[in-house]
């Protein structure tokens, strides 16, 4: 054998490597499934797109994504079903976690959606913070949440699990970076992608 | 000297391949976007292209096969990075990581400019030492066939 046939074998098998990794290393879970009972989900269940989205409360693209969301969804109540789940970056973000719980127990509380639109709209503000905790218990007053309640559901073990249930659930989804969304179960990772397919669902 | 450099190169660009290949390709192009350089459809054909160029430069530095031409797409790997990372530190665009190896690794933009800069220099070194670069390569071994 050749140099030049050595080194389209060496090609071939890089490739056929690569894609056998890919074929047995694929994500376990090919698909999430919509929870409509879900506390963290608005819209219309039997709506045409439906969105679930991972999110980290502390990462700037997704307040730019819910922000974003948001406003669409005003455009389109009855269109969209949408969906949050938990995917904290805690190597990135120190305050990924607890802004996690929080929102956590406010779904508990029926306050997930209110609690979040405060989150978002002052993540620039606590993220810098070395303790964001005061800001988001005063955050939770604000909504109406039970104090006592919301102090026994950050204690919980409970919360903690779903909140790392669902990131181990997108990480056998493949996901790496947040925000990531799947709009009919198609995997999109971005703002940006995400008003691109959201053009081929709702063509101007 | 030149034979460990050659190699450590080589894996730079494998892991860095590999890291992209073995994950979604939307991830990737996640971080392209971050970047604000090119339009949609060529950030898709790069997320989708550019971890394959990477993994078979990598694989043909470290064996040492067609040696100074994988070693030029090394370099012009490594120029590219710099200018990509450069132009975003340039225009303050809010990255929080590099994305340079995908999950692997979390780097700052600021890291690897520096980086991506000494590689660079490093592998325009290889390419000027290559008769000592191609020791134990492939290259030598088809020579002498």
Redesign the interface.
């Known amino acids: 054998m ?2 030049l046939q ?2 389209l074998v ?2 071939g098998v ?1 490739v056929g490597l ?1 894609v056998g ?2 074929f047995y ?1 694929a ?1 376990k879970a090919k698909k999430v499934e919509v929870n409509i009972q879900d506390a963290r989900a608005k819209g219309n269940p039997q709506a045409r797109v439906k969105i679930i989205e991972f999110v980290d409360f502390q ?2 693209a997704c307040a730019y994504g819910l922000k974003y969301l948001k406003t669409f969804f005003d455009q389109h109540p009855n269109d969209l079903y949408i969906q949050v789940r938990y995917f904290p970056l805690t ?2 973000h120190h305050h990924a976690m607890i802004s996690a719980l929080f929102s956590e127990c406010a779904a508990r509380q029926g306050k997930f959606w209110a609690l979040d639109d405060q989150m978002i709209s002052q993540q620039a503000q606590w993220a810098q913070l070395i303790n964001p905790q005061p800001v988001f218990q005063s955050m939770a007053s604000q909504v109406g949440m039970d104090m006592d309640q919301l102090n026994v559901c950050l204690a919980s073990e409970n919360a903690r699990k779903v909140i790392n249930d669902e990131k181990s659930l997108g990480q056998s989804l ?4 947040t925000p ?1 969304y799947f709009v009919n179960n198609k ?4 703002p ?2 995400l008003a ?1 397919e959201l053009k081929n669902h709702f063509p101007q | 000297m030149y034979v460990i450099l050659r190699i450590a190169i080589g894996c730079i660009f494998i892991l860095s391949g ?1 890291g992209k ?4 390709y ?2 990737f ?3 392209i ?2 970047y604000q350089l090119l339009p ?1 459809w060529a950030e898709v054909l790069t997320a989708q292209v550019f971890p394959w160029i990477e ?2 430069v990598g ?2 530095v470290l ?1 040492g ?2 040696t100074p031409w994988a070693l030029r797409g090394a370099l012009l790997c490594f120029g590219i990075f710099v200018v990509v990372v450069g132009q975003a530190l340039i225009r303050a665009l ?1 990255l ?2 590099c994305g340079c190896f ?2 692997l690794v ?1 780097l700052k933009p600021q890291t690897v400019i520096v980086m991506d800069s000494v590689s660079l220099v490093l592998t325009y070194l290889l390419l000027k030492g290559l008769t000592r670069t191609r020791k134990f390569s ?2 030598v071994y ?1 020579d002498n066939v």
């Open positions: 050749n140099k050595s080194s060496i090609v890089l690569i990794a890919k290393l994500p990462c700037p190597n990135m493949g996901i790496t970076s990531t995997m999109v990772v971005g940006k992608s691109d | 590999l290949l073995l994950s979604p939307q991830n192009l996640y971080v976007q971050a949609s993994l078979i694989v043909f064996l096969l067609w809010p929080e990581s995908g999950e979390h492939l290259d088809f």
